[in-house]
């Protein structure tokens, strides 16, 4: 029987055992969890997973290979990811390279045959944590000198975002949108461009003239890793770009749009992530089941000093999941409309964003 020769240590002291695919690099990650029981290689390829350690709750990871059409950045950023059965042998006609040769290519750290139900159990009931994955004859004094001797990385949406603009247009253009790129998810431009929209994406430093010299329909705030207060400068491009186009933001850019309008936001527990979160629209009060990634959450308290209307309610815990003011015609989601992976309940915000564009054309 093989012997197991990596583990994860949290900060508590908790040792997991498993068997390394995948990069063999020591890895100190922030340990979170995912229930999505397909999709991923849109997860290890979403920019908001940076120097995070990925649990899969689904025990069979690999199965369907790897396809170049479903990355969702260029450069994967995730730090490791963690699940119970991993399968070298894919299964797919679309399937370009295995699982593990992508984690060798861009340093992702695997960790196979961990007990995924225990170890999520336990990020459930005391919070994600700092965690080290690491060869296993490390000592577990040795491997906490580890993690408290380590300094949890800040800046992740300048390592992520662009580092010049780059444009995606269609045949037939209607509208021009900005996209302002903190870890922004490609299905997102894709989904953009299916409405008519040529996209060009921005670094998340650039100035309000220089969006304004491109002579925008709409401007849009992508999701991203890390915690949004973090982005000064985000938040001010907001609160100088408000009111004078249509503005729509996702996940990180929700939390940055909410900071700008005065409101504040917090760490959850252990955050959302996975593809079935149920979310209410409070203007149909219909119930929406989204795809969602995400360690924090804007205060529902807060936002009652501000200008913004909450729109969507998280069924499960309460948390903010849309906010809006019309009268500014900015709107943004806590969740990911554009899924990849999960359900598409909620394109229609992209439909939203569109329409509020159309409506300033014929207003000009």
Not at 37 to 55: C, N
Not at 130 to 155: F, N
């Amino acid at each position: 029987m093989q012997s197991f020769n990596r583990k994860i240590i949290l900060e508590n002291g908790e040792e997991y055992p498993g068997y390394s695919f995948g990069a063999t690099d020591e890895k100190v990650v922030e340990i979170v969890f995912n229930t999505s029981m397909v999709g991923y290689q849109e997860i290890i390829s979403d920019p908001s997973y940076t120097d995070q350690g990925v649990v899969m709750t689904y025990p069979l990871i690999g199965n369907y290979g790897m396809a170049y059409d479903d990355y969702e950045s260029q450069t994967p950023s995730v730090s490791a990811l963690i699940v119970k059965e991993y399968n070298d042998r894919p299964s797919n006609f679309r399937s370009e390279k295995m699982l593990s040769e992508v984690m060798k290519k861009y340093g992702i750290s695997g960790i196979y045959g961990v007990d995924t139900r225990k170890l999520t159990r336990s990020i459930r009931d005391f919070g994600s944590r700092r965690a080290l994955i690491t060869d296993i004859c490390v000592g577990k004094e040795q491997a906490l000198g580890i993690l408290s001797g380590s300094e949890a990385p800040r800046d992740a949406v300048a390592r992520v975002s662009c580092k010049k603009s780059w444009s995606s247009n269609v045949s037939d253009p209607v509208y021009r949108v900005v996209a302002v790129d903190c870890g922004m998810k490609l299905n997102i431009v894709r989904s953009l461009n299916k409405r008519g929209c040529d996209v060009t994406v921005v670094p998340h430093d650039i100035s309000s003239e220089e969006i304004e010299a491109l002579k925008p329909n709409g401007i849009f705030f992508s999701n991203g890793p890390g915690d949004p207060v973090d982005n000064e400068c985000v938040i001010e491009l907001v609160k100088k770009l408000r009111g004078k186009y249509p503005i729509f933001g996702i996940c990180l850019g929700h939390q940055i749009i909410s900071l700008a309008y005065g409101a504040k936001t917090y760490k959850l527990k252990f955050g959302h992530r996975g593809g079935n979160h149920p979310v209410k629209n409070l203007e149909t009060g219909k119930i929406e089941i989204t795809s969602q990634n995400h360690s924090y959450a804007v205060d529902k308290e807060s936002i009652k000093n501000t200008r913004l209307k909450i729109t969507h309610i998280n069924i499960l815990d309460n948390t903010v999941e849309g906010v809006e003011c019309k009268e500014d015609k900015i709107f943004s989601v806590q969740y990911h409309p554009e899924s990849a992976p999960g359900p598409e309940d909620s394109t229609y915000l992209f439909d939203k964003f569109t329409e509020l564009m159309r409506e300033e054309k014929e207003n000009a």
